[in-house]
Nanobody
Framework: QVQLVESGGGLVQPGGSLRLSCAAS????????MSWVRRVPGKGLEWLSD????????YYADSVKGRFTISRDNAKNTLYLQMNNLKPEDTALYYC?????????WGQGTQVTVSS
């Protein structure tokens, strides 16, 4: 069955960095667009970034452009999100999701807390 497992979250000070990973299994990872999405407490879901199957087309939300970098390693079936210059407003539960015509599979999420 399809599984997406995020890791790499934690507590970081403002200005710090984290690298999130999403390990995929149960499907042909290299055939799918993948995305990162986050949920801020008390708010809705915020789309952050998409990457196409080969990694050549990448899109970012304005809120993270220039600070976050999405990437993938199709040989390792893993999606990444490098997050730099983190801000308190980046505090959220971060999810990876498989994108077909819609987000059809999600991971369980990894918590990122940015606080001094």
């Amino acid at each position: 069955q399809v599984q997406l497992v995020e890791s790499g979250g934690g507590l970081v000070q403002p200005g710090g960095s984290l690298r999130l990973s999403c390990a995929a299994s149960g499907f042909t990872f290299s055939s799918y667009y993948m995305s990162w999405v986050r949920r801020v407490p008390g708010k809705g879901l915020e789309w952050l970034s998409d990457i196409n199957s080969g990694g050549s087309s990448i899109y970012y939300a304005d809120s993270v452009k220039g600070r976050f970098t999405i990437s993938r390693d199709n040989a390792k079936n893993t999606l990444y999100l490098q997050m730099n210059n983190l801000k308190p407003e980046d505090t959220a539960l971060y999810y990876c999701a498989r994108l077909k015509s819609a987000y059809d599979y999600w991971g369980q999420g990894t918590q990122v807390t940015v606080s001094s």
